[in-house]
């Protein structure tokens, strides 16, 4: 039981360029996330994804498209880099079915960086 | 939408001191309050929650307390270990709106200095 996996760990982009940050989870969550973790800035989330077939934009969606490939994988593209979404990104998955506990399984991360 | 704010950002104790978060929330419906931990270069992960209908929460050394009048709640670490030292996040949820999110705080830096 893997958990929460993400690919790839580490990545440099120069500017203009694209990329898609994979994420999947082997939990049968049905709700999946994207957040951005910055110095001094918490946890931001980028894109939800609360059952398959649906997303929702987060707190900072701009700049990224995200797609809920099926249940267990959820993707975040940046489409054209920009040194400002250099970052610390994590997925994470939780079950919906427990009413009213939201607990969220992290990922663990990765670290890109636009030059 | 909610906003979370957690204080101190830096916090240092001595191994054995007790230590204490500070979070406040500004959505008077969040019902679902997490603590997370997350150690240096590595994933957050969850260390304890709380729901709306309880005030406190104890697990061994740490505990959480929730003031819905007052709308805020604080994370208690005891007896502190060197182990402890990582940053701590708050969050807030209304999970009961349908919605999935988490609101977290921008975090503390928690030093136990030997």
């Known amino acids: 039981n893997a958990g929460v996996t993400q690919t790839p760990k580490f990545q440099v982009l120069k500017t203009g360029q694209s990329m898609t940050l994979q994420c999947a989870q082997d939990m049968n969550h049905n709700s999946m996330y994207w957040y951005r973790q910055d110095p001094g800035m918490g946890l931001r989330l980028i894109y939800y994804s609360a059952s398959e077939g649906t997303t929702d934009k987060g707190e900072v969606p701009n700049g990224y498209n995200v797609s809920r ?23 994470a ?12 399984f992290f990922g663990p991360g990765t670290r890109l960086t636009v030059l | 939408g909610e906003n979370v704010e957690q204080h101190p950002s830096t916090l240092s104790v001595q191994e054995g ?8 929330y500004s959505d008077s419906a969040s019902n679902y309050f997490p603590w997370y931990k997350q150690e240096l270069g590595k994933r957050p992960q969850l260390i304890i929650d709380i729901r709306s209908n309880v005030g406190e929460k104890k697990d061994q050394r740490i505990a959480v307390t929730l003031n819905k009048t007052a709308k805020h709640f ?19 949820s209304n999970s009961g ?9 921008k975090g ?6 030997p």
């Open chain 1, 93 to 104: 998955s939780s079950d919906r079915r427990l009413a009213l506990r939201n607990e969220q």
């Open chain 2, 74 to 92: 604080s994370l208690h670490i005891t007896e502190t270990q060197p182990e402890d030292s990582a940053v701590y996040f708050c969050a807030a």
């Open chain 1, 69 to 91: 490939l099926n249940k267990r994988e959820f993707s975040l593209r940046l489409e054209s880099a920009a040194p400002s979404q250099t970052s610390v990104y994590f997925c």
């Open chain 2, 108 to 113: 503390t830096k928690l030093s136990v200095i």
């Open chain 2, 97 to 105: 709106a349908g919605s999935y999110q988490l609101t977290f705080g």
């Open chain 2, 17 to 24: 001191d007790s230590a204490v978060i500070k979070c406040t």
